[in-house]
């Protein structure tokens, strides 16, 4: 009992030893000249961005890459040096780039106009930027189009330079658009060439993220960007396969866990929850346990849509889903002494983050980014 997290019943459990981990596989399959940049936006896909960038610092990371400046200034004021790619850079948060020493990616005209006038403005020479290409995502970037006027612009000033270019790939993890995964690879290519040949310097590239480096190793360039890969989900089977053939596999590193709060004996025909939804067609144990859909909980896993793991077993939701709780039914394994206070697993080792993403028809990072902070994130060794 002293074991458990007393205030906290529900936990997301975070292995940095596993993130570590599934670092080091990734580190073994590229080669050794290409550097990682971490991806650790959206609070490190949910799991404390502070704790695994500290983590991935002292285990040899070349950078760190965040969606919007805030999530690079919590970052700093942290104590976190890596270089921090800031990817979602607005023109409103220029000053603040180069006060916490950030690294911005540049996909406009205008912001790119404005961070020079802003270090001109503070006596700054030669800041490393970087330049995102638009090759096909169509989300951010410059178009090739714009690569002349881009060229204009960056040759006559000396208060920024370019210290990488790269792109963003668009299908990586499904077959059926390889062609057009290498139709943007030979664009990215085809316009940073360009860019170099005008810029006279040379920069670093980059253009692949997680599955990108398990389907497209050709396409390393210097440096590769990982995301989800290092939280240890696979986005394609075919990663699964190539990492059961080699020495490594990725580990999932959160483990989303309840408790039981009590237990209860009903009758067949009585009802659980809210609309008396959960109607039960046997003499049941249910129990209701400590995670609900505030806690990020998909309300769609109500009426035996989803299960949790308790003991070994998979049990059924039963009824809707509260907001802060939830019921499922135990009756199977009664006999296996389930108490109050027992453990319940959400997702991690016997729940795959992946199949309940299928589920629910969406996207692994969705499922890992919707636990809710009411949910307390504890770190693990082992
Ligand atoms: C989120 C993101 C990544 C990481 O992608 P994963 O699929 O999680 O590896 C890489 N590059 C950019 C630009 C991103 O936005």
Redesign the pocket.
């Known amino acids: 009992m002293f074991s458990k997290n007393r205030i906290n019943p529900t936990i997301l459990e975070v292995n940095l030893s596993a993130l570590v981990s599934n670092f080091n596989y990734f580190r073994s399959i590229l080669n050794p000249s290409t550097r990682i ?1 971490c ?1 650790v ?2 609070n490190a ?1 949910g799991m404390g961005a502070y704790r695994l960038s500290k983590t991935l610092q002292n285990n040899g990371v070349s950078a760190l ?1 965040v ?1 919007y400046i805030g999530e690079g200034i919590f970052l700093r004021e942290k104590g976190i040096y890596l270089p921090i790619f800031v ?2 850079v607005e023109k409103y948060s220029l000053h603040e780039i180069f006060k916490y020493n950030l690294s911005p ?1 540049i996909y406009d005209k205008n912001i790119l106009d404005l961070i020079i006038i802003e270090a001109r403005k503070q006596n700054i020479l030669n800041y490393p930027i970087h330049l ?1 290409i638009d090759t096909g995502m169509h ?2 970037g410059f178009c090739s189009e714009c690569i002349p006027s881009l060229i204009n612009i960056l040759k006559n000033q000396n208060n920024v330079f370019v210290q990488s270019v ?1 792109s ?1 790939l668009a299908a ?2 499904n077959p059926i658009f390889d062609d057009f995964t290498n139709k943007q690879i030979k664009l990215f290519i085809c316009l940073s060439k360009q860019l170099e040949q005008s810029l006279k310097y040379s920069f670093q590239r980059h253009i ?6 398990e389907r497209f190793p050709n396409a390393q360039f210097d440096m590769v ?7 240890g ?1 696979y ?1 394609t089977t075919l990663c699964k396969k190539i990492a059961e053939k080699t020495k490594y596999s990725i580990k999932p590193v959160a483990v989303l866990k309840a408790r039981i709060l009590q237990i209860k004996k009903l009758k067949k025909g009585e009802t659980v929850g809210y609309n008396c939804n959960g109607v039960l067609n046997r003499n049941s144990y249910i129990a209701c346990i400590s995670i609900g859909y505030a806690d990020g909980l998909n309300r769609r896993f109500s009426n035996q849509c989803g299960s949790v793991f308790i003991h070994g077993h998979s049990c059924h939701i039963i009824g809707d889903i509260c907001m802060d709780t939830c019921m499922v039914d135990i009756t199977d394994i009664k006999n296996i002494e389930v108490m109050e206070g027992d453990e319940v697993e959400i997702f991690g080792e016997n729940i795959m983050i992946e199949s309940l993403a299928k589920k629910l028809q969406t996207v692994p ?1 969705e499922v890992l980014t919707s636990v809710s902070n009411t949910v307390k994130r504890v770190y693990v060794e082992n």
Do not use: D
């Open positions: 940049i991806v936006k959206a896909y890459a969606a990817m979602n990616c995102k989300r951010l790269f963003h990586t993890n692949l993220n997680s599955v990108g480096i960007r990982l995301g989800i890969g290092l939280y989900i986005t990072y």
